[in-house]
């Protein structure tokens, strides 16, 4: 015999089963939220707060929905619904780098777009970070991206925990699938570079070469900073405590780094409208025409890896290369407290490769 169903107290809201047909979640759960005078007839206005796989999943969201009231309507927003009103309220306070990291983590979660964001649990996005491919750093982010979402969902009642707080990003913490291993510029690249050294963008990437400085680096070097008399180039890094040293100007590129002086703007390397050029937009525009046009095949830090194999070639003393590069990790104590070279010892390091 089946058991009875218990009587709900007046006001408290209604579970049945909507058909005999099969179907996923048969029962339908509604709630009389007040009445609406239409002519002289007072009619219920009824919301579906949602439906249940049995009849008893149905009396417990009566019971959390009269225990805290939301709007139904937003635990139906969508993921991607969500992505929409949080980015249009966050984009404006975020830099153009965080902005377009998150929108590729994003990119990775269309498995989930059309999901509301109210049925979303650990194991769903967890999925997404698995089988993301993304590395450890990028998943950081990611996790940062969902965090960020689930308290603009908490605070509009959409959803009422954050189920981000428990991915696993750790698991991946030494893994990298979309780590490729950097390539030097063999000497016959090099000397194709130099075959076109009256290219402007091609002069950069030598000049990326020969000091062995990031893309990062270079691109926010001000004149104010460069020494062309002294041949060298106060670099303001922020990588590394290290980051922040003295970078020697190699002769073979002084004529590329002295006519840049010349030009206008506040930066060494400016953007066509004499500002700081941004590091998406150097390589879209200005790296990957010149590796296409030259047949190659690298990343601006290549560059840096080039330099300091030039350097060991050349027999260069391990301390000075470390002090070109802003290397820390492999000083032992004695050579972190030396910390003074004399420019000149930099510049005849950088001379010979």
């Not at 007072?42 to 919301?47: G, K």
């Not at 104590?333 to 003074?340: D, S």
Request: proline share 4%; glycine share 4%.
């Amino acid at each position: 015999m089946p058991r009875k169903k218990m009587k709900l107290p007046n006001g408290y809201g209604t579970v049945f089963r909507i058909d005999k047909r099969k179907r996923r979640r048969p029962f339908v759960v509604k709630k009389t939220i007040g009445w609406d005078l239409i002519g002289d007839k007072a009619v219920q206005n009824v919301i579906v707060i949602g439906y249940a796989k049995t009849y008893e999943e149905g009396i417990k969201m009566l019971e959390e929905y009269n225990l805290s009231p939301y709007d139904v309507s937003e635990r139906k927003t969508t993921f991607a619904e969500v992505w929409e009103r949080w980015s249009e309220e966050h984009f404006p306070e975020l830099s153009n780098s965080t902005i377009a990291g998150y929108k590729a983590c994003y990119k990775t979660c269309s498995k989930i777009y059309n999901i509301p964001m109210s049925k979303l649990r650990t194991k769903d996005l967890q999925r997404v970070i698995d089988e993301s491919g993304k590395n450890a750093p990028t998943l950081k982010r990611f996790k940062s991206l969902l965090h960020s979402m689930y308290k603009y969902a908490l605070r509009y009642d959409i959803v009422d925990k954050d189920y981000s707080r428990l991915i696993n990003v750790q698991k991946h913490k030494n893994k990298n699938p979309n780590q490729r291993g950097h390539t030097i510029f063999t000497n016959e690249e090099i000397k194709r570079l130099w075959d076109n050294q009256f290219d402007a963008d091609v002069q950069v990437v030598l000049m990326l070469i020969y000091t062995g400085v990031r893309i990062g680096e270079m691109l926010s070097i001000k004149k104010e900073d460069v020494h062309l008399n002294d041949r060298y180039i106060e670099i303001h890094g922020t990588k590394t405590e290290n980051a922040e040293r003295i970078v020697p100007i190699a002769e073979k590129i002084y004529p590329f780094v002295y006519a840049r002086m010349e030009e206008d703007g506040e930066y060494l390397i400016n953007n066509t409208l004499s500002t700081r050029a941004k590091i998406d937009n150097y390589r879209r525009t200005r790296w990957m025409p010149v590796m296409k046009n030259l047949d190659m095949n690298h990343t601006p830090h290549d560059t840096r890896h080039t330099c300091a194999s030039m350097l060991a070639n050349a027999d260069t003393n391990p301390l000075v290369t470390k002090k070109i590069l802003g290397h820390s990790g492999a000083m032992d104590l004695t050579e972190k407290v030396y910390t003074h070279l004399d420019v000149s010892i930099l510049i005849d390091a950088i001379n010979k490769i």
